[in-house]
């Protein structure tokens, strides 16, 4: 069995073709009613109604896509998410399956050449995955539970506690994030980076070097209340 090591690391060519952007007339409307029904042609399909209907209000849950605080309750609207905050959602409710003949279908280096809106069409991951390098046939295989942890733990008791980085996702609850910490101090480090360490590292340097403040220190109030408003690299027409 092979090291956690020996996984690829490598960038998928896919997204060279964003290197060199242009500029160049619209081919579609991507605000307003056609946005709407492009967002549900992909939630829709994947059960992603009901959640759409809970997310970011009191006593339901976070949209997965962003940071976007949740709203006064008395402010609460019955949408409240952006078209890319509903196709964030219909990758999780999707009742679609990423299993072993998936795995077995395709290799490493066919899946670099996919995209990413591929990538999250094919559903959710079914089994821990290990890529065996030493075997040569290029495929992330499949593997039980208990086998997973028990390269886990053979990983976790080879090296010094401070070596080992428990890295959450964002998409985490509450739940899953306490318990990952409990097993971080119970190994003897606080090596906890959060989401923000990988996405807004440079942001946070940044804003720390100009304003002193490496966050955000907005209200949404100041939305509306602002003379000037600047939007860079965004897509407000969808998000």
């Known amino acids: 069995m092979t090291s956690l090591q020996d996984a690829p690391r490598q960038v998928n060519p896919v997204a060279n073709r964003f290197d060199h952007p242009r500029v160049s007339e619209n081919e579609k409307v991507a605000t307003g009613i056609p946005a709407v029904l492009h967002a549900m042609q992909h939630a829709l399909p994947n059960n992603a109604g009901p959640s759409l209907l809970t997310i970011n209000k009191h006593k339901g849950f976070d949209c997965p896509g962003c940071a976007w605080p949740e709203p006064d ?23 679609a399956k990423a299993g072993p003949d998936f795995w077995a279908k395709y290799t490493v280096e066919e899946l670099r050449e996919k995209t990413d809106h591929w990538l999250g069409k094919q559903g959710r991951i079914t089994h821990p995955l290990v ?23 053979d990983e976790l008791k080879s090296i010094d506690p401070d070596e080992a980085v428990f890295y959450t996702s964002g998409k985490a609850t509450n739940e899953p994030a306490y318990i990952i910490q409990l097993l971080a101090r119970r190994l003897g480090t606080n090596n906890l980076p959060d989401c923000s360490n990988m996405c807004h590292e440079s942001t946070g340097s940044g804003l720390s070097a100009t304003l002193g403040l490496g966050k955000g220190s907005v209200t949404i109030d100041d939305f509306h209340t602002t003379d000037l408003l600047i939007s860079v690299g965004q897509n407000p027409g969808t998000n």
């Not at 019955?78 to 009742?95: D, L, P, Q, R, Y």
């Not at 075997?135 to 593997?143: A, C, E, F, K, L």
């Open 73 to 95: 309750q008395a402010d609460l609207n019955i949408v409240e998410f952006c078209e890319n905050g509903a196709k964030a959602v219909a990758e999780e409710t999707t009742s």
């Open 131 to 153: 890529y065996d390098r030493a075997s040569g046939d290029g495929h992330y295989r499949p593997i039980s539970w208990d086998a997973a942890i028990a390269m886990i733990t």
